[in-house]
Every structure is written in structure tokens, then in C-alpha cells.
């Protein structure tokens, strides 16, 4: 009909503007308005003339017809994709917002705090839109006036900092709001790590600040599962096997993830920290160029003079310096190796 002819007329001239190959001969299932013009217009860009053809019978026509039966397989393919992941996306955010009894989900963000063994405490913001994950919009803390391992004061310090942040952002951006900094765009909904205790410290942060969002805690059973959501001073039982459910629990995992990743990264950099300090020669300035070139010590060992000479603020002395400290044993082992190896010889 007219309304197939016009997308294949449309189709026909978007695909082949944008690609470089443009066959001698084009087969299509009906007419189109613009049959000769388009064959003017391939001929010069393909150099050759350039035929489009309505194939009636034979062969042709029934090649025709299989191209037409294989497109519709895709796109029954690529539609039955599409709704099974707004399922698991949009479709879960609308079972969330249906257990809450709350509407327009857009945003939610979601905080967890990770500390190990007395070390440092970090904190990851993951944010996720429409049921997805966001990660340009991520954001890690380092802890600065928590001591120990205080996950109530860790996240009340964590919180504070991310809202005063985007208050701050707001005040500049006034009037320009197409201009979104970091922490400018507020959640929807915050979603807390945990139940009523990490739920508690969110809302009395935004009633400091006086900010009015929703907060809802993602509660753990005693084998450390997600059981339900703890919303409005009552927890709500989710079915396991609901895309809600799995949406919270996909929303969990990623914020521990990325805690952790930070923490890590973290761990690694104060190793290499402690053990640059005992280099002779090696001061504050290149130790800090040697924490931010490598990411572990073993990459520092395995470095060669050349490659620690052409690091920042290093110069050829305090390259060897370095590289001597890392193979100082290989160096007393090749010593003594030799020293036996003229001993047998003797």
C-alpha cells in the first residue's frame, strides 16, 4: 500500500546515504514515488548505473518475498526483546513504585559504605534512570570525619556531603538548569543499604537540609539475601520472583560493588604508599608520581629504569634508586649464586 511505499522510498534513501556500497541492481516489493530520481541519484554516487526493480515472478520475486519474511523475524525478534527487557527495567521501577505507593520514578540512588580490617572507610552513590544503571552519574567518597568503622556516621558524612553538594550546584546553575553539575539532579528516590537504622540517618539528613524525598531501605535476611523494602516505618514484603525484586536486588549488589572496587583501589595506593616511604631518595613529590603512574606494587617492581626515569618529576638517579630497592634480593641472590658456582668449579 501507500504507507509501504513511502517507508521503503524513506528507508531506501537514509540507508543509502550513509553507506558506501550501492549494488547495480536494487529489488523492492512495490513501487515508490521516486523510483527514477533514486536511480539517478545511486547511479552517480555508485559511478554505474544503477537499476530498481519490482520483481512480478520467478526467482527474483520469491527472493524478494524471503527478504520480507526475514525482516519481520527480526523485528518480532527485536520487539520481544524490547519488552522483555522494559520488563526487567521500567516495568520493574512501575512494580516499585506500586509497593510504595508512590509515582513518577525516575531517578533512584543508592548508597552503601565499605570499611575492612580498621581501613579506611569509602562510600559509592550508584544512580540508576528508568530502571538502569547510570554510571557517569556515580560518584565515590573518601570518609574525612569518621574514625573506625562507624557505618551510621560514615553515611550520615556521605549523604550530607552528595546533597550539600547539589544544593551548592543548584544556587550556581540558577537559571540554567540545562547546565547539571555532579550532584545538581536529585533522586526520586534514595534507596539505603539496609532497613530502619540507615533509613533513619537519610531522613534526618534531608530534614537538615530541607529536602523532601522519599527514602526507602532494602532489607536483609540473616543469610545476607534481600528480603523487602523497609518504607514509611513498616517493612514490604517483595516476591522473589518479581522483576521489583530482582531490579533491588541488581541495585544492592551494584552499590556494594562499587564500594568495594573503591575501597580496593584504595588499599592498593596506601600499599605502594607504605612501602615507597623506605626508598632512600624518594620524597613526598615522587612518591605521589609513582602512587598515580602505578596502580600496585607489583607493577613498580616490574618496572624498568627507562620506564621510571620518563615518570613525572623522576629523574635517571632516583629511577635506579628505586629500581636497585625492588631487586636488591635478586641482585644478592645472583651474588651468591655465582659465589657457589666458583666454589664448585674450584
Known amino acids: 500500500g501507500e504507507k509501504t511505499s513511502g517507508i521503503l522510498d524513506s528507508f531506501i534513501k537514509q540507508y543509502y546515504a550513509g553507506t558506501p556500497y550501492i549494488p547495480?541492481?536494487?529489488?523492492?516489493?512495490?513501487?515508490?514515488?521516486?523510483?527514477?530520481?533514486?536511480?539517478?541519484?545511486?547511479?552517480?554516487?555508485?559511478?554505474?548505473?544503477?537499476?530498481?526493480?519490482?520483481?512480478?515472478?520467478g526467482t527474483k520475486e520469491k527472493l524478494v518475498e524471503l527478504a520480507s519474511d526475514n525482516a519481520k523475524l527480526v523485528l518480532s525478534k527485536d520487539k520481544e526483546r524490547m519488552r522483555r527487557e522494559?520488563?526487567?527495567?521500567?516495568?520493574?521501577?512501575k512494580e516499585i513504585?506500586?509497593?510504595?505507593?508512590?509515582?513518577?520514578?525516575?531517578?533512584?540512588?543508592?548508597?552503601?559504605?565499605?570499611?575492612?580490617?580498621?581501613?579506611?572507610?569509602?562510600?559509592?552513590?550508584?544512580?540508576?534512570?528508568?530502571?538502569?544503571?547510570?554510571?557517569?552519574?556515580?560518584?565515590?567518597f573518601k570518609i574525612k570525619g569518621i574514625q573506625g568503622a562507624d557505618d551510621y556516621?560514615?553515611?550520615?558524612?556521605?549523604?550530607?556531603?552528595?546533597?550539600?553538594?547539589?544544593?551548592?550546584?543548584?544556587?550556581?546553575?540558577?537559571g540554567r538548569e540545562q547546565e547539571l553539575g555532579k550532584f545538581s539532579r536529585f533522586p526520586d528516590l534514595l534507596m539505603?543499604?539496609?532497613?530502619?537504622?540507615?533509613?533513619?540517618?537519610?531522613?534526618?539528613?534531608?530534614?537538615?537540609?530541607?529536602?523532601?524525598?522519599?527514602?526507602c531501605g532494602m532489607v536483609k535476611?540473616?543469610?545476607?539475601?534481600?528480603?523487602?523494602?523497609?518504607?514509611?516505618?513498616?517493612?514490604?514484603?517483595?516476591?522473589?520472583?518479581?522483576?521489583?525484586?530482582?531490579?533491588?536486588?541488581?541495585?544492592?549488589?551494584?552499590?556494594?560493588?562499587?564500594?568495594?572496587?573503591?575501597?580496593?583501589?584504595?588499599r592498593s595506593k596506601s600499599q605502594v604508599h607504605s612501602i615507597l616511604d623506605d626508598i632512600p631518595g624518594i620524597g613526598a613529590t615522587r612518591r605521589k608520581a609513582l602512587m598515580k603512574y602505578f596502580d600496585s606494587i607489583e607493577e613498580v617492581?616490574?618496572?624498568?629504569?627507562?620506564?621510571l626515569a620518563g615518570i613525572d618529576s623522576m629523574d635517571a638517579r632516583s629511577a635506579r634508586s628505586v629500581y636497585e630497592f625492588f631487586h636488591k634480593e635478586d641482585q644478592e641472590e645472583d651474588l651468591q649464586n655465582s659465589s657457589s658456582k666458583e666454589a664448585s668449579d674450584c
Open 221 to 266: 535476611d540473616d543469610h545476607h539475601r534481600t528480603r523487602g523494602l523497609y518504607f514509611q516505618n513498616e517493612e514490604i514484603p517483595i516476591a522473589r520472583d518479581s522483576e521489583g525484586f530482582k531490579l533491588i536486588t541488581r541495585i544492592q549488589d551494584e552499590a556494594h560493588r562499587f564500594a568495594i572496587e573503591y575501597h580496593r583501589s584504595l
Open 97 to 140: 513504585e506500586a509497593l510504595l505507593g508512590i509515582s513518577q520514578i525516575r531517578r533512584m540512588e543508592a548508597y552503601d559504605i565499605s570499611n575492612t580490617n580498621g581501613f579506611e572507610s569509602v562510600g559509592s552513590m550508584v544512580v540508576y534512570e528508568r530502571g538502569k544503571p547510570k554510571r557517569n552519574d556515580y560518584r565515590k
Open 301 to 307: 617492581r616490574n618496572a624498568s629504569e627507562e620506564t
Open 24 to 57: 547495480g541492481e536494487l529489488m523492492i516489493q512495490e513501487e515508490i514515488k521516486d523510483r527514477e530520481l533514486i536511480e539517478t541519484w545511486l547511479t552517480s554516487k555508485r559511478g554505474q548505473k544503477v537499476t530498481v526493480k519490482v520483481p512480478k515472478k
Open 153 to 174: 556516621g560514615s553515611m550520615r558524612e556521605v549523604l550530607t556531603r552528595r546533597f550539600r553538594h547539589g544544593l551548592e550546584e543548584q544556587k550556581e546553575l540558577e
Open 86 to 93: 522494559e520488563g526487567r527495567t521500567i516495568g520493574a521501577v
Open 192 to 215: 539505603m543499604d539496609g532497613g530502619k537504622g540507615q533509613v533513619n540517618i537519610a531522613l534526618s539528613v534531608l530534614e537538615e537540609l530541607r529536602l523532601s524525598i522519599p527514602v
